[in-house]
């Protein structure tokens, strides 16, 4: 057994007794962490409120064998997620980047670049950012860093060219655009406009960085094909995505 301190972002707490919780943590040295805090329900527990959902924290965890669960010992808050108290759109936003790292990360699987992305988004929805844009960017950014980044340079099917359009054919088996030649062999095949894949593009690539503006003209089509993408991933509908910003405040830019 090995006793750890790091970081980390409360993704979920599920009852586990009268006095208990399981936490899922996604922790910047260990990767998402699922752990037992005891007394956790306790009105006067040993983690004094630490453990709300989104909440970032100093945590102690104690790793125990494979087959058990981990034990949080000591959680101290650093901050508190506040967004809800401002916004719906912030509340399901901080909601939204909670539920893409609990079903695209693995257990002990650190990512210390994906956790400072998280608390860069959770910034971004708890202060003064556009939350609709912030969450793009994340999504781009943390399927980017999986690996699971949608292809936009070339056909994803044969490798070849991708022809110049105002429409281009997205496939979402294929896992990005694809050529003439390659779209008949699709399922699962979208139409798309340019200037949302040179969005995409934009978004995912690793010279890009928090703030970022979508343009509202591009964001419902974009925040479509994201979404569409996602479940494909996934395998179903992400319950939060219904609940996401229907729009960009970024009204100029349309």
Do not use: W
């Not at 004094?48 to 945590?59: I, K, P, T, W, Y």
């Not at 979402?172 to 139409?191: D, F, K, N, P, T």
């Not at 593009?201 to 925040?223: A, F, H, I, M, T």
């Amino acid at each position: 057994m090995a006793t750890i301190q790091t970081t980390a972002i409360v993704l979920r707490t599920v009852e586990f007794s009268e006095t208990s919780l399981i936490v899922t943590l996604l922790t910047r040295d260990l990767g998402r962490v699922s752990a037992l805090a005891k007394g956790a329900r306790r009105p006067k527990g040993p983690f004094e409120g630490a453990l709300d959902l989104l909440a970032v924290c100093r945590v102690v965890v104690l790793q125990k064998n494979a087959d058990v669960l981990d034990l949080l010992t000591e959680a101290k808050l650093h901050r508190r997620f506040r967004g809800g108290e401002r916004s719906l759109d912030r509340l399901y936003a901080g909601y939204h980047v909670a539920e893409m790292l609990r079903l695209l990360t693995d257990d002990q699987d650190p990512h210390p670049d994906l956790y400072d992305l998280s608390i860069q988004t959770l910034e971004q929805i708890d202060g003064t950012g556009d939350p609709a844009s912030a969450l793009l960017y994340f999504d781009a950014q943390l399927l980017r860093r999986l690996g699971h980044a949608p292809g936009t340079e070339q056909c994803t099917d044969c490798g070849g060219h991708v022809g110049d359009g105002p429409r281009i054919a997205f496939s979402l088996l294929a896992g990005g655009i694809v050529c003439q030649g390659c779209r008949s062999r699709q399922r699962q095949l979208l139409s798309v406009r340019a200037e949302v894949i040179d969005e995409i593009r934009r978004l995912k690539s690793d010279q890009s960085s928090l703030p970022v503006e979508v343009p509202s003209g591009l964001y419902g089509e974009l925040r479509a094909v994201m979404n569409r993408y996602i479940q494909t991933i996934v395998g179903s509908m992400p319950r939060m995505q219904p609940f996401l910003p229907a729009s960009t405040r970024t009204e100029s830019n349309a």
